[in-house]
């Protein structure tokens, strides 16, 4: 953006940034068109490049909400507009937060994939189960909002599954990932997460007691 931007005269302009970036970047950016008289709307896009403009193309928007309401018409051909906050780095935050979610379950996809491979099963019988397993997620975890309240509220009751019992299947996954040869750093990486939780005490809680260790 500054090398494209550079020299030119942005009194009285709006920039719209869409490309990725920290929220801290965006902040930054924001404060630099402030300097030279522009106004700052940061966009984190949230579909590929041929669903723009399409149906189910959103984009997260967070700046001034004047600035932002001024602007929604034109911003709505991309996609549904979600406008986050006046702060400029909150669209990226929620853009990276939801990329995180992507390319962790793109990674588990392909690990799990290499997984079955490396043991001489066939990927074509077992991916479109996989696939399965990773839409029907919403329907074991509950909507977001129910989620959101039990991590806000620190409630993890292990009625149906413990941190103790699913830290043994991670445990599992990679001492089987061992076995075959397969790259360990993501299954080290969540087994991690519940020998922490464990030793934190959160043994007999539900898997969402990870919250616990994983924010702190």
Do not use: C, K
């Not at 602007?71 to 406008?83: E, K, S």
């Not at 129910?146 to 990679?174: K, N």
Request: charged share 15%.
């Amino acid at each position: 953006m500054y090398e494209i931007l550079d020299g030119t005269v942005l009194t009285g302009r709006t920039l719209v940034n869409l490309s990725s970036d920290t929220p801290d970047a965006s902040r930054a950016a924001s404060s630099w068109a402030a300097g030279r008289g522009a106004d700052f709307v940061t966009g984190g896009v949230m579909v590929p490049a041929p669903a723009v403009g399409h149906p189910g193309a959103y984009a997260f928007y967070s700046g001034p909400r004047d600035v932002f309401e001024r602007h929604r018409p034109v911003l709505a051909l991309i996609g549904d507009t979600r406008y986050l906050g006046a702060d400029p780095g909150l669209a990226q935050l929620f853009y990276q937060a939801h990329l995180d979610v992507f390319l962790t379950s793109l990674s588990g996809i392909l690990h799990a994939t290499a997984l079955v491979s490396a043991a001489g099963a066939d990927p074509a019988g077992f991916l479109p189960g996989a696939l399965e397993t990773l839409t029907a997620i919403p329907a074991m975890v509950g909507d977001g909002a129910s989620l959101a309240a039990a991590l806000a509220t620190g409630e993890h009751p292990g009625d149906l599954s413990t941190a103790l019992m699913m830290g043994a299947t991670a445990e599992h996954i990679l001492r089987t990932s061992e076995r075959y040869g397969v790259d360990l750093a993501l299954p080290a990486a969540v087994r991690s997460h519940y020998e922490r939780a464990i030793a934190a005490g959160h043994g007999t809680r539900n898997w969402t007691a990870l919250y616990e260790v994983i924010r702190a």
